[in-house]
Nanobody, 124 residues
Framework: VQLQASGGGLVQAGGSLRLSCAAS????????VGWFRQAPGNEREFVTYIRWSGGSPVYADSVKGRFTISRDFAKNMVYLQMNSLKPEDTAAYYC??????????????????WGQGTLVTVSS
């Protein structure tokens, strides 16, 4: 499966962005879909994940209450709505898919396919 992330950009603190993740080659069916981010000089960190088959999404504490992950079955898309953005949210954001279980879904190394990343810059 090939992933394409889009929607990044420059926004002021307090603003919003919606990122999109499109799959081609196959659907998201059977996968966990995760969003990760990586700021310059930092390791890639978990943001959120959702199972395509259902269940509640899981969020990192740093984004809980501000970010929302959602699925569109008809369009085979996953979205990340980001509200109340902060300068510390500045990073390249990546969507990824993997066949994970609960104990591994926050760990980037358990995801098999990655999009190219989309840059989010939040100015203060």
């Amino acid at each position: 499966v090939q992933l394409q992330a889009s929607g990044g950009g420059l926004v002021q603190a307090g603003g919003s962005l919606r990122l999109s993740c499109a799959a081609s080659g196959r659907t998201f069916s059977g996968y966990t879909v995760g969003w990760f981010r990586q700021a310059p000089g930092n390791e890639r960190e978990f943001v959120t994940y959702i199972r395509w088959s259902g269940g509640s999404p899981v969020y990192a504490d740093s984004v809980k209450g501000r970010f929302t992950i959602s699925r569109d079955f008809a369009k085979n898309m996953v979205y990340l709505q980001m509200n109340s953005l902060k300068p510390e949210d500045t990073a390249a954001y990546y969507c990824a898919v993997g066949r994970t279980i609960t104990s591994t879904s926050r760990n980037a190394r358990y995801y098999d396919h990655w999009g190219q990343g989309t840059l989010v810059t939040v100015s203060s």
